[in-house]
């Protein structure tokens, strides 16, 4: 009915005002933006995708997105228009290194998708705050730092020998094969909590299969591709919805996310009492809650005491806590996803397998100590064939592959892979997907081929380095790159010098690449027979 009373001023309007009203209508949001925006000499996706947002919209309400603008670049060239305002782009020159290298503005897809605690952080913000907290972990996240630092290796070796290894041998022994995709997110999750919080903290999933599959579930319905989508696609309709008595975005997803942020933050709040020495602990480093005390020492450089408000039991307790739990959603799931495709292509060649084991054992002496731990991080930093592996594994399989979008910005007018005058305000997008899989950089590109890394004279690794995406690129490019490098190449290094692998067909693997934000395996599982060496 309300609908109905806002149409009865314009029926009562004199037909001629009607018409110049309708023509007015028709002229903005058909025939300029098809005909005379400067977006209209760029090829469209679809006709209608020159005027109308439902293309794009459909392309990723489906997730379908990637897959589909790969071959719209492959048959359009490197700048399509996927809607109205918006540009896919899939070329360095003009592409990235003008709009992430450039440091275009993000949009607030990522706000309205990854805001933890209803409290921005490094991954959503925008503007000059950015800079503020990215500076206060860089240095403990640089590589020097993750290199150097022996409780990093000293909690992988605990989790991948004293935690992971028995569950394998296990596996040998009763010649029953393994799920490992979930122990990969349980690595992963365990070995980044300890970073932030301490041994003692941080989450026990290599163990604790209970929880495990709880967090498991949880950040799954939380990601589902159709869940996301009214957030962070569509969030003023989303909104409308939601006033007229729908909810277009399932409970279950709701309470997925207040569950998870419940959970972490009782530890961040548990950190804060062993910082303020309201908990004994020993002088042990490993205990020590390294990312939340420098949070917890330096927020409050950035963020004014009145923006902590009465209720935070200690200041900045929001925007500490939506920070670290963003981190560790984006090192368990990004790392578990890069691992179980490391072990999937490895698996399916025992050649490959066996060369990176020559590799291993020439470098054992130093990558292992007398003493039973990682050694030297220079003898991971040097296997060559290891880094290869890991590097064109994220090349085709990329964790975090789908659009990356930003706004162009203003004043004035940007150009865009050769396309001059773009305004400001228009949605520009690439993705790691696309990248990828450009024949003139990666020929075969759908071939797995650590080889190309190897092999590539200069000039040909110059480029390929340029187009490889998977951690982005400028200044909001990943944070966590070198812990991730660090722990994928220690986990597939300790596991390769014992065992090989083998893929087991069951039921439910199915390890086409999700077309989503977080880009897990469809079936969401890898069954892998392990045999010990
Ligand atoms: C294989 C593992 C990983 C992959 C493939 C990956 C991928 C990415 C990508 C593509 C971006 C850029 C997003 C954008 O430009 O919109 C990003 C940003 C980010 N990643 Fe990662 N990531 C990985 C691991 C990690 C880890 C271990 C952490 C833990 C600290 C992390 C934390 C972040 C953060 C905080 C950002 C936001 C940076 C900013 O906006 O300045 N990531 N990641």
Same mark, same amino acid.
């Given at each position: 009915m309300a609908v109905f009373a806002s149409l009865l001023p314009v029926l009562a309007l004199p037909s001629w005002v009607a018409v110049g009203i309708a023509v007015l209508l028709v002229y903005k949001f058909v025939i300029y933006p098809s005909f005379l925006s400067p977006l209209a000499r760029i090829p469209a996706a679809r006709w209608h995708a020159r005027f109308l947002p439902f293309y794009s919209l459909y392309l990723k309400y489906t997730g379908t997105e990637s897959r589909t603008t790969l071959k719209l670049h492959q048959r359009y060239g490197p700048v399509v228009r996927l809607g109205p305002n918006e540009l896919t782009v899939n070329c360095y020159e003009g592409g990235i290194k003008t709009i992430y290298g450039g440091g275009f503005p993000k949009?607030?897809?990522?706000?309205?998708?990854?805001?933890?605690?209803?409290?921005?952080?490094?991954?959503?913000? *925008?503007?000059?705050?950015?800079?503020?907290?990215?500076?206060?972990?860089?240095?403990?996240?640089?590589?020097?730092?993750?290199?150097?630092?022996?409780?990093?290796?000293?909690?992988?070796?605990?989790?991948?020998?004293?935690?992971?290894?028995?569950?394998? /041998?296990?596996?040998? *022994?009763s010649r029953t094969p393994i799920d490992i995709h979930p122990l990969n997110y349980a690595y992963a999750m365990d070995t980044y909590t300890s970073f932030q919080l301490g041994d003692e903290l941080a989450t026990d999933f290599l163990t604790d299969a209970d929880t495990r599959e709880w967090y498991l579930n949880h950040s799954k319905t939380l990601l589902a591709t159709q869940n996301f989508f009214w957030a962070t696609e569509v969030p003023n309709l989303t909104n409308w919805l939601f006033k007229l008595g729908f909810q277009p975005i399932p409970f279950d997803a709701i309470e997925s996310k207040l569950a998870l942020e419940d959970f972490f933050i009782k530890k961040y709040d548990r950190a804060a009492q062993v910082l303020n020495g309201e908990e004994t602990h020993s002088q042990d480093t490993s205990k020590r809650p390294t990312l939340f005390a420098l949070a917890h020492a330096r927020f409050g450089n950035i963020y004014k005491d009145s923006e902590s408000p009465?209720?935070?039991?200690?200041?900045? /307790?929001?925007?500490?806590?939506?920070?670290?739990?963003?981190?560790?959603?984006?090192?368990?799931?990004?790392?578990?996803?890069?691992?179980?495709?490391?072990?999937?292509?490895?698996? /399916?060649?025992?050649?490959?397998?066996?060369?990176?084991?020559?590799?291993?054992?020439?470098?054992?002496?130093?990558?292992?100590?007398?003493?039973?731990?990682?050694?030297?991080?220079?003898?991971?930093?040097?296997?060559?064939?290891?880094?290869?592996?890991?590097?064109?594994?994220?090349?085709?399989?990329?964790?975090?592959?789908?659009?990356?979008?930003?706004?162009?910005?203003?004043?004035?007018?940007?150009?865009?892979?050769?396309?001059?005058?773009?305004?400001?305000?228009? /949605?520009?997008?690439?993705r790691a997907w696309a990248l990828h899989r450009n024949p003139d950089v990666f020929p075969e590109p759908e071939e797995w081929r650590p080889e190309r890394w190897l092999g590539a004279t200069p000039g040909q690794l110059t480029e390929m380095k340029r187009w490889f995406w998977a951690f982005g690129s400028g200044p909001r490019m990943c944070t966590g790159n070198h812990f991730a490098m660090l722990s994928i190449k220690l986990a597939i290094a300790a596991i390769y010098l014992h065992f090989s692998t083998s893929v087991v067909d069951a039921e439910g693997v199915d390890m086409e690449q999700e077309d989503a934000v977080v880009s897990r395996p469809k079936g969401d599982k890898l069954m892998l027979q392990f045999h010990e060496i």
């Open positions: 949009t607030d897809w990522y706000q309205n998708g990854f805001a933890n605690y209803e409290t921005e952080n490094v991954f959503t913000v *925008k503007g000059k705050e950015h800079g503020q907290i990215k500076r206060v972990f860089s240095h403990t996240l640089a590589n020097s730092t993750i290199l150097s630092s022996s409780s990093i290796r000293a909690r992988a070796w605990r989790a991948i020998f004293d935690q992971l290894c028995p569950i394998l /041998r296990q596996s040998c *022994k009465g209720r935070q039991p200690y200041p900045h /307790r929001l925007q500490i806590a939506s920070n670290l739990y963003d981190q560790s959603l984006a090192a368990t799931e990004n790392n578990g996803i890069a691992l179980t495709y490391v072990h999937y292509e490895l698996a /399916r060649r025992p050649e490959v397998q066996s060369a990176l084991r020559t590799e291993l054992l020439a470098a054992e002496p130093d990558l292992i100590t007398a003493d039973n731990t990682f050694g030297d991080p220079k003898a991971i930093e040097s296997l060559r064939l290891l880094d290869a592996i890991v590097t064109e594994t994220l090349r085709i399989h990329p964790p975090a592959g789908a659009a990356l979008p930003r706004t162009t910005p203003g004043p004035g007018t940007s150009t865009i892979g050769g396309f001059e005058g773009i305004p400001p305000g228009v /949605r520009v997008e690439a």
